[in-house]
């Protein structure tokens, strides 16, 4: 995120040049993003990537008309031109006062080691670390495969209400799937985790404990009958069963709203 953006005065100016030709209300949203991930497949790392994000958007409202423009140029002279897209595109006529900025609030993940920074040798060998142990559930195992990344987030959103606002958000996952084959057939298993954290959050007791959990699953699920098939009595509990409903039947009956027709059951 351009360092210069950071300045108040910059937003002020931003703003004011969006509202320059009218308008009712008018927003500026920045983000920068960077990612990571690693991807151990087969005992090969396949992947080992990296990638950065930024941009802004900003966006005019005048009675019924919004405008909106944006640019990957965080820079004064970037957003300035984004501004006047937008305000032509949602101009009234009107003139406006200048923009007054309040004290601007910061909120941030808390978190000690980012995904985006950590060594990369360290996840490499985690990643490893977790294959092996997967891989000592049984040999019936014939596929595992390891993953690690995350990302931080970056955000800055202020208004002509005077609002200033930025974040920083952290997110972090480990994730191991595994195949199992057996006179069963073919099983698999995957166990997840991620957090709004840092990498920290990757220790190696949760990586062996995350491979122990998916091959397992893989190995028991060779075992496992057949589901029962035909005409059976399903019991929805409250809750999860609240969800599992409208996944499965909430939709349609959305679409049918939205087409104007009756909903059926």
């Not at 596929?143 to 995350?150: D, F, K, L, M, P």
């Not at 999860?240 to 009956?253: K, P, Y």
């Amino acid at each position: 995120m351009s360092e210069d953006l950071a300045a108040v005065d910059v937003i002020e100016r931003v703003l004011h040049a969006a509202q320059r030709r009218g308008g009712d209300f008018a927003e500026l949203f920045v983000e920068d993003r960077t990612s990571r991930a690693a991807v151990l497949d087969q005992r090969r790392v396949e992947t080992l990537a990296s990638g950065h994000e930024h941009g802004a958007g900003i966006r005019v409202i005048a009675g019924t008309t919004t405008g909106f423009a944006h640019t990957a140029d965080l820079s004064e002279a970037g957003l300035l031109a984004a501004a006047e897209a937008a305000a032509t595109a949602a101009h009234d006529g009107r003139g406006v006062s200048r923009v007054a900025l309040g004290t601007p609030e910061r909120h941030r993940t808390d978190y000690d080691l980012s995904p985006v920074g950590v060594d990369k040798a360290r996840t490499v060998d985690q990643l490893r670390r977790a294959d092996d142990v997967a891989r000592s559930e049984g040999g019936s195992l014939t596929q595992v495969q390891v993953s690690a990344g995350g990302s931080t987030r970056r955000l800055l959103i202020a208004n002509s209400e005077g609002l200033v606002a930025t974040d920083e958000q952290v997110r972090t996952r480990f994730t191991v799937a595994c195949v199992a084959e057996g006179d069963g057939g073919m099983q698999t298993g995957y166990r997840p985790f991620g957090t709004t954290a840092g990498y920290e959050q990757i220790t190696n007791d949760l990586v062996e404990d995350t491979a122990r959990a998916a091959a397992r699953q893989a190995i028991t699920k060779l075992a496992a009958r057949p589901a029962p098939s035909g005409d059976l009595p399903v019991v929805l509990a409250g809750g999860s069963g609240g969800i599992l409903f409208h996944e499965a039947c909430g939709h349609g009956l959305e679409a049918d709203a939205v087409s104007g027709s009756r909903a059926r059951w």
